[in-house]
């Protein structure tokens, strides 16, 4: 029986992976007995419990790399964590016992690994942007393999680390891959007709620009006739700010009913196969999701990440012909829809782009990850 930590925090983003390579691992050994690592009071603190999974807790937090009075604060609780966080994950290692280590991100991740590598137990991490973040290249001398989700994030690590790496892909959201519908059938379950059908989502909290964005192509559908379906969710932080936008612009969405508005989607698969454009974020898991549907994109970055991380990831779709990215900074009035115009008016082209996005996606994510897995259980 297998003993495996997982540690991954911070964003859904680091631990949605962790909680996917667990799913996989259990496939192949149902009594594998899990421990999950993070920050007391983290997002994956609950999403990790909600899943049934033993936790344990390392008090950690991020340097700031902006300097200002409050930052200065921040960094200075974050190295007294710093001094604690070693001995502490010692301490789980010597109790739990684990056959391997699994990191997939966040600063939270980085003790627990270091300190399995230190003391000879096989570690693993996974690297879910195309810009690998700063705890990949901490780890990346200590440990025994990298996972990637694109080979680009090689590039980006140091030479004498390259021969550690396997792209192995991002698992996705079993929707996506199982009880698959066609675009016609989506269509029909969400109550819509078959005209073009778009679908903007800027994740769970929502993001501005995107919001922007919709309520930009709503007017413009209703001021110049436009037939076309609309899906969108504005996210849990924007309600308020929507509702006013909708209303400034004259829009009543009890009028339109092809237009489905949301704060979350909660059947994304569902969604994404009816769209024949989607206007997203470039999270790397939003990505994915996009490629296992094949369907073509306009993505917008966040600015706001470390690295302008997300920027890479959407220049991955870009430079294979299925996607257009604009940086946030770079949006002007009437910019998405004259895009979205474009593309509705040459069909060629936003068929070529889901092929392309189509041909991005791995299918055989989940089975990389397990030969990963089982040959470091075997060493």
Known sequence: MPRIILSGGGSAGHVNPALAISEIIREHCPDAEFLY???????????????????????????????SLKNIGRNIKAAAYLTTAGRRSKKILKDFKPDLVIGTGGYVCGPIVREAAKMNIKTLIHEQNAFPGLTTKLLAPDV???????????????????????????????????HKISKEDAKKKLGLDDSVCILSTGGSLGARAINNAALELMEWYIRDGIKVN???????????????????????????PNFIVKEYIDDMPTCMAAADLIISRCGMGALTEIEAEGRASILIPSPYLAENHQYYNGLVLQSAGAAVLYEQKDITDGLIAKTVSDLMKDPHALNEMSEHAAEQFIPDTPDRIWREVEALLKK
Do not use: W
């Open 144 to 178: 025994d393999r990298i996972m990637l989700t694109v080979g680009k994030a090689a590039d980006r690590l140091e030479e004498q680390h390259r021969s550690k790496c396997v792209v192995t892909g991002l698992p996705v959201r079993s929707g996506f891959l199982e």
């Open 230 to 256: 609309h899906i969108h969710s504005y996210g849990k932080n924007n309600r308020e700010e929507f509702t006013v936008g909708l209303k400034s612009r004259g829009i009543d969405l009890s009028e339109h």
């Open 37 to 67: 690592v993070g920050t007391p009071g983290g997002m994956e603190h609950r999403l990790a419990e909600n899943a049934g999974f033993n936790f344990a807790s390392v008090k950690v937090a991020g340097f700031q790399r902006h300097l």
